[in-house]
T-cell receptor
Framework: ETGVTQSPTHLIKTRGQQVTLRCSSQ?????VSWYQQALGQGPQFIFQ???????GRGNFPPRFSGLQFPNYSSELNVNALELDDSALYLC?????????????FGPGTRLTVT | LAKTTQPISMDSYEGQEVNITCSHN???????ITWYQQFPSQGPRFIIQ???TKVTNEVASLFIPADRKSSTLSLPRVSLSDTAVYYC?????????????FGSGTRLSIRP
């Protein structure tokens, strides 16, 4: 059984550019959630996908978008990058809606926007 | 929203029992309480989850009073490797996932 993996590990982008982050969920998990974690703060919920449909969204603008594929892997896309988007982006998978199920987190992608 | 409040930091020594309390006064009927541990530059790791009374697993215990407005994570006989940030999370399985909220967490430092 493989755990949650994310790619790339680190990424440096310029303000205004677009970025795509990828996540492979744990085997058997159909729910993927994305979080943004700024330095010294707790993870902030971006959105969740359940069986390829968005199932809830946090307070993030529309330039943060996502996809979930039939194999339950997922992408997070961020357009028009801003300096404040610099953070650790975490993906978590679970076997159901994340509220009552264990979430398994990946190691994260460290995004730096210059 | 069932927002959580935790102490910002705690210190303890190896071999001691550590109790971290989380307040969630507005917890909803369908909400579960989940605790995570996070080491620097890693994703959070699930520790324990409960709905009411007491839950125990191989690493921790979770105590939830009858009114469910708070919960206490108990770590028995801590070691240096338990130094981490601990998050209390309250989530509603039936409603929008946007109610999943991590607070700022409790930074636990264990000394020899």
């Amino acid at each position: 059984e493989t755990g949650v993996t994310q790619s790339p590990t680190h990424l440096i982008k310029t303000r205004g550019q677009q970025v795509t982050l990828r996540c492979s969920s744990q085997s058997g998990h159909n729910t993927v959630s994305w979080y943004q974690q700024a330095l010294g703060q707790g993870p902030q919920f971006i959105f969740q996908y359940y069986r390829e449909e968005e199932n809830g969204r946090g307070n993030f603008p529309p330039r943060f978008s996502g996809l979930q594929f039939p194999n339950y892997s997922s992408e997070l896309n961020v357009n028009a990058l801003e300096l404040d988007d610099s953070a650790l982006y975490l993906c978590a998978s679970s076997g159901g809606l994340a509220g009552s199920y264990e979430q398994y987190f990946g190691p994260g992608t460290r995004l730096t926007v210059t | 929203l069932a927002k959580t409040t935790q102490p910002i930091s705690m210190d303890s020594y190896e071999g001691q029992e550590v109790n971290i309390t989380c307040s969630h006064n507005n917890i909803a009927t369908n909400d579960y309480i989940t605790w995570y541990q996070q080491f620097p530059s890693q994703g959070p790791r699930f520790i324990i989850q409960g709905y009411k009374t007491k839950v125990t697993n191989e690493v921790a215990s979770l105590f939830i009073p009858a009114d469910r407005k708070s919960s206490t994570l108990s770590l028995p006989r801590v070691s240096l490797s338990d130094t981490a940030v601990y998050y209390c999370l309250v989530g509603d399985v039936y409603s929008s996932a946007s109610k999943i909220i991590f607070g700022s967490g409790t930074r636990l430092s264990i000394r020899p």
